[in-house]
């Protein structure tokens, strides 16, 4: 296991500000737009309104919870391909699709992509709402998750490259004297570096220090996929 490319440099720890969630509204309709805008701002969020798709995803991200209202059919990108997009580019964002006509096929590849919600103009204002506080509650769960990896990923790269080693050799299920073995220094020497990493990467148990670099590593491999 190759823990010392799993952490961003300068990436510290991080929390999420107490401000408003966002709601972004891709629609052409700008009669669409204005009307979801005076019902989001009602609720106390933030509304972001745009004409495209592409004009959306010039936007830089937001760094509160949030989520997108797409229409189905846009003048550059439909629905579907929007979203195949965003996907990519912002995977945590959560998507609610509103169409002016609706089909099974459609509406079953939109949810299996991921999409909160498909609705079917015209909707009533409780249920678009329903839909929104969905998508906010796992943009809250996505950011959250987010903060976590990067405060540890701030605790790992606070760990001496020696620290690193003995961090490596212990979750791979190797004991104290087997790793003094394998890194040349005596297992007196492993408990003492051992120590420095718990108490560092704040975890409890070795159970604890196993699922910490199992996480780092995941993001790793996410990333290099990506």
Excluded at 29 to 43: A, N, P, W
Excluded at 70 to 93: V, Y
Excluded at 112 to 129: S, T
């Amino acid at each position: 296991m190759n823990l010392a490319q799993t952490f961003d440099h300068g990436m510290g720890l991080s929390s999420i500000p107490k401000v408003s969630p966002v709601v972004f509204v891709v629609d052409e309709d700008i009669t669409v737009r204005e009307t979801l805008e005076l019902l989001i701002r009602s609720e106390g969020w933030q509304p972001q309104t745009f004409q495209s798709a592409r004009e959306f995803l010039t936007q830089p991200r937001p760094l509160v919870p949030s989520c997108l209202i797409l229409d189905l059919a846009l003048p550059d990108l439909n629905g579907l391909e929007s979203q195949k997009k965003i996907a990519l580019e912002r995977a945590e964002m959560p998507v609610i699709f509103i169409s002016g006509c609706g089909d099974i096929p459609t509406t079953v590849r939109a949810m299996k992509a991921g999409a909160v919600d498909f609705l079917v103009k015209p909707f009533g204002n409780d249920v678009l709402l329903r839909a929104i506080r969905e998508g906010l509650a796992r943009s809250r769960v996505a950011m959250d998750r987010e903060v976590e990896l990067r405060d540890l990923r701030y605790c790992y790269v606070s760990l001496t490259p020696r620290e690193r080693q003995v961090i490596a050799l212990v979750v791979s299920g190797l004991l104290n004297k087997q790793v003094g073995a394998e890194l040349g220094i005596s297992e007196i020497t492993v408990k003492a570096h051992r120590g420095q990493v718990m108490q560092k990467m704040k975890a409890n148990s070795l159970a604890d220090l196993v699922r910490m670099a199992a996480r780092l590593q995941h993001a790793r491999q996410a990333v290099h996929l990506a």
